[in-house]
Nanobody, 116 residues
């Protein structure tokens, strides 16, 4: 079984920072990319950031300049450094893994709440 486990979520004040981690348990071949999505209450799940094993990144316009995605290929782990957080960043953040065979795996999500 393949399992993605997120960690690092929690409550943070506006302007603060948070670092999320996503580790893969099990072995998956032909990984194309890993990344992060988020979903606020009553809204759809949207892309936050993705990164290929080659290092190419993609960010949502709303987080450019504030969030940074990185990865450790040997551990099949992806990170999301979030700075200058605002209330608009409040959401459940989901880790995602995509294979070259067009298969997708998701973590259970971790809550990020930005509030004073």
């Amino acid at each position: 079984q393949v399992q993605l486990v997120e960690s690092g979520g929690g409550l943070v004040q506006p302007g603060g920072s948070l670092r999320l981690s996503c580790a893969v348990s099990g072995i998956i071949f032909r990984i194309k990319a890993m990344g992060w999505y988020r979903q606020a209450p009553g809204k759809q799940r949207d892309l936050v950031a993705t990164i290929t094993l080659g290092g190419s990144t993609n960010y949502a316009d709303s987080v450019k300049g504030r969030f940074t995605v990185s990865r450790d290929n040997a551990k099949n782990t992806v990170y999301l450094q979030m700075d200058s957080l605002t209330s608009e960043d409040t959401a459940v953040y989901y880790c995602n893994l995509e294979t070259w065979g067009d298969l997708y795996y998701w973590g259970q999500g971790t809550q990020v709440t930005v509030s004073s």
